[in-house]
């Protein structure tokens, strides 16, 4: 079983897909959703969600 390119569904609309991008201010990685656009840690913590807003330093994302 390979998991190395693993999508990981949203779990708050569970129709998305979790991306990983890298916040534009403080650099750090994380992962929102191509759907509802929630924002969470990464694909692990999916419990703590995060608003359109970077989950490290709170620079709001577009
Ligand atoms: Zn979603
Ligand atoms: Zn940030």
Not at 5 to 11: F, L, Q
Not at 39 to 47: C, F, P
């Amino acid at each position: 079983m390979e998991n190395t390119n693993r999508e990981i569904i949203c779990p708050f609309c569970d129709e998305g897909v979790l991306k990983k991008i890298n916040c534009k201010k403080c650099g750090k990685g994380f992962v929102m959703c191509d759907e509802c656009e929630s924002i969470y840690r990464d694909g692990e913590s999916s419990d703590d969600e995060f608003f359109s807003a970077c989950p490290h330093c709170g620079a709001e994302i577009d």
